[in-house]
């Protein structure tokens, strides 16, 4: 149970680059897993990438290359640096936190307990 809200969506231009924040509400953050999910319209929420608690990161085969996930714990706030946007890219991108165990690679949406409200990411041609 933490609270979630995520920024820095918006629009871009294809071949830019964007920066999401999470901010986090929680004694515990730092022992949390923390995810970026992404949902397109007409389309399921997908995984993006995930940061363990012990700062151990894994991409989506879209994202590996041109995201790079990090969090500062001083500040419980975990970002998604995204570079090399494309049209594709276009969704609103969800964070997510858990402090559980998540036995499957990628991360499912039911290894989350908790979900922010979203931010918008659209991509021009």
């Known amino acids: 149970q933490v609270q979630l809200v995520e920024s820095g969506g918006g629009l871009v231009q294809a071949g830019g680059s964007l920066r999401l924040s999470c901010a986090a509400s929680g004694r515990t953050f730092s022992r949390y897993h923390m995810g970026w999910f992404r949902q397109a319209p007409g389309k399921e929420r997908e995984f993006v990438s995930i940061?363990?608690?012990?700062?151990?990161?894994y991409y989506a085969n879209s994202a590996k290359g041109r995201f790079t996930i990090s969090r500062d714990n001083a500040k419980n706030t975990v970002y998604l640096q995204m570079n090399s946007l494309k049209p594709d890219d276009t969704a609103v991108y969800y964070c997510?936190?858990?402090?559980?165990?998540?036995?499957?690679?990628?991360?499912?949406?039911?290894?989350?307990?908790?979900w922010g409200q979203g931010t918008q990411v659209t991509v021009s041609s």
């Open positions: 997510a936190a858990t402090p559980t165990p998540i036995y499957r690679l990628p991360p499912g949406l039911s290894d989350f307990g908790s």
């Open positions: 940061i363990y608690w012990s700062g151990l990161t």
